[in-house]
């Protein structure tokens, strides 16, 4: 048998989770070949229509890409985006009232995802040994005879060229077609979990003068049962301004200029309303509505292919007001990444390796679930445990606007530094009950049941 060194890996789509792909196949195989139907080189891909949306790198999926990209931060930065620390220089807005800033030690850089994108794209494409394809579609997965193995793809528009692989990665994003075609071959219908949140976001790209920000590089405004609209205002590259802003459940943020602005009013808090006032716009605002966060099951299917994985979008996608996805790619190529230094075939067994990412996916679905469970209009079990953990959430959050170590440990989670149990630590929550318990009457927002990751984004 071949040994990875002298394999050939492909890779299907260019989007994060494609990269992150690329990058640490090309440690282990001879040969990676990245697929993408669009041309990369556009400003705003058809394959990416959220593209336009503000797009934040949490801090957790920045220290792995520093990891494997070093000083690409700083390219950014050189090439116009802004970088800061994401507890001092980004200013957190939670049921109308600011998290206690302070230093974190983690750093994050806003920029436009597009520009994040080229400057991945770029340390990707100047690995030995990786191409990437621009301006082709992949048309299916290629079979073995028996159908065991998945052995390569199959270019459009017909799937007539085929590519071989040794091992396939699919990370086409959320309209992967892998389900289809594995139930054409056999394998049955991979099981979906969802859950409905109808997120409808609006963004539009305006001018402001730096001092618009008083020193920081971005605003969240963090939606919440008691105020569902929220909101982002970042500053990137090319001196322009991303405003982002969303409501849960329908109510959806209009794209004319009044009922934009009006909207931007009505959140919890007037920061980006006020950033608005002063802006000169630049593009007009654009839709994106996002119906339900989306897990495919495919670690729990009875057989799957050799030669297959999946990773990103294409097996989970999150309600984006968490701001998780691209940290969340990151994660999973970090477990292939790890699976890859081990001995033996476990990783081209495909399902093998469906069931290690699943330890990397479950605790950031649960959280989101969790975290959308908080709005009283989202259909989904609510178990006593589940009220009792919001309940706690939701007090931590407010005592985060009161005191700087709190507001340090809700960003870290929401940074996916920690896992979301840390804010269960009894030190934590002692902490949480002293903050609350001297509070002045007028302090924090009765927000009790706020989502514990919302990044207003
Ligand atoms: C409105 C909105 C706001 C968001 N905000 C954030 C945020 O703040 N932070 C964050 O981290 N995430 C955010 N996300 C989520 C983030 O966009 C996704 O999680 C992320 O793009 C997933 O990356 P991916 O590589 O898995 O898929 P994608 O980015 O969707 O990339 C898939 C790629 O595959 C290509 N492709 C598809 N089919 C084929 C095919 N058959 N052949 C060849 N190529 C193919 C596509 O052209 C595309 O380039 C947001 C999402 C939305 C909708």
């Known amino acids: 048998m071949k040994s990875r060194a ?47 949306h503000a797009h934040d790198f949490l801090a957790r999926g920045y220290q792995i890409a520093e990891g494997w990209f070093p000083g690409v931060g700083d390219e950014m930065v050189a090439g116009g985006a802004h970088a800061g620390d994401i507890a001092r220089d980004v200013r957190w807005v939670i049921g109308g009232s600011p998290l206690v800033k302070g230093d974190s030690g983690l750093t994050t850089v806003v920029s436009s995802r597009t520009f994040r994108e080229r ?62 075609w594995l139930e054409e071959h056999g394998y049955g219908r991979v099981e979906e979990e969802k859950l409905k949140v109808d997120v409808g976001y609006a963004t539009r790209v305006v001018r402001a003068p730096a001092d618009a920000f008083a020193g920081d590089v971005c605003i969240n405004i963090v939606a919440s049962p008691d105020s569902p609209r929220g909101g982002s205002c970042q500053r990137v590259e090319g001196d322009r301004v991303v405003v982002t802003l969303y409501g849960v459940l329908g109510d959806h943020p209009p794209t004319d200029v009044e009922g934009f602005n009006a909207f931007a009013k009505s959140l919890a808090a007037p920061d980006i309303h006020e950033i608005l006032e002063v802006s000169e716009p630049l593009t007009e605002a654009r839709r994106y509505r996002f119906p339900a966060s989306l897990r495919r099951r495919y670690e729990q299917m009875g057989s799957f292919p050799r030669g297959l994985l999946l990773l990103g979008d294409a097996v989970c996608s999150l309600n984006p007001r968490y701001g998780q996805g691209m940290a969340f790619a990151a994660l999973q190529a970090l477990a292939l990444q790890d699976h890859l230094q081990e001995e033996g075939e476990g990783l081209e067994a495909g ?34 445990e589940t009220l009792q953990v919001l309940d706690i959430v939701g007090r931590t959050q407010i005592a985060a606007t009161l005191d700087g170590s709190l507001a340090l440990s809700c960003l870290r989670v929401f940074g996916l530094i920690d896992p979301p149990t840390a804010l269960m630590d009894p030190a934590v929550q002692e902490r949480v009950h002293e903050t609350l318990t001297r509070r002045p009457a007028h302090a924090g927002s009765g927000t009790e049941g706020n989502s514990e990751t919302d990044r207003g984004n």
């Open 119 to 180: 400057h991945l794209r770029a340390r990707v494409e100047a690995l030995p040994h990786v191409t990437v394809l621009g301006g082709r579609d992949v048309a299916g997965l290629s079979f073995s005879g028996d159908g065991s193995v998945v052995d390569g793809v199959l270019l459009g528009p017909d799937g007539a060229e085929r590519l071989s692989a040794d091992l396939v990665v699919d990370a086409s994003g959320r309209g992967s077609r892998t389900p289809v």
């Open 351 to 384: 399902a093998y390796f469906q069931r290690l990412a699943g330890q990397a996916v479950d605790p950031v679905w649960g959280m989101t679930l969790l975290s959308d469970l908080s709005f009283p209009g989202v259909q989904g079990e609510r178990t006593p």
């Open 6 to 52: 002298e394999g050939h890996a492909v890779v299907v789509g260019a989007g994060p989770a494609g990269l992150f792909a690329a990058r640490v196949l090309a440690d282990a195989y001879g040969r990676v070949t990245v697929v993408e139907r669009d041309d990369p080189a556009d400003e705003h891909r058809r394959g990416v229509p959220q593209s336009e």
